[in-house]
């Protein structure tokens, strides 16, 4: 699991409280999630319920591959980023101060 999964499923689990509705400082939100690009960044769009329950486009979300919340309609920047600090201290490097592996190739022989 990408902590870009992690960052949205720790949203779900802290400050949804009906599947993927949330209260912001402005109203309800429920958040669609979209599509997933090759590198593994999530995006999708963030709907605002009225009274009613009738859903309205807000705007949307983007959560980077290793974790960073780029923008989430109703969300503070302040508890995003706490979200993706603590998604990110959970998950440590597996090898720190590893060297990349470097694919072993046959030496070429000049003739």
Same mark, same amino acid.
């Given at each position: ?30 958040? /669609?999630?979209? &599509? %997933?690009?090759?590198?593994? !960044? ?7 319920? #009225?009274?009613?329950?009738? $859903? ?18 109703? /969300?503070?920047? &302040? %508890?995003?980023?706490?979200? !993706? ?7 440590? #490097?597996?090898?720190?101060? $590893? ?13």
């Amino acid at each position: 699991m990408t902590n870009a999964q992690l960052v949205l499923e720790k949203i779900k689990a802290t400050l949804c409280h009906e599947g993927t509705t949330y209260k912001g400082n402005s109203g309800t939100y429920m958040f /669609i999630e979209g &599509k %997933t690009t090759s590198e593994g !960044t999530i995006n999708g769009v963030v709907k605002k319920l #009225d009274e009613q329950g009738v $859903a309205k486009t807000a705007g949307s979300f983007k959560v980077l591959e290793d974790g960073t919340v780029m923008r989430f309609t109703g /969300i503070a920047t &302040k %508890t995003s980023k706490a979200i !993706t600090a603590e998604v990110q201290a959970q998950q440590p #490097d597996a090898n720190p101060g $590893a060297e990349p592996e470097v694919e072993n190739q046959p030496e070429a022989i000049a003739i």
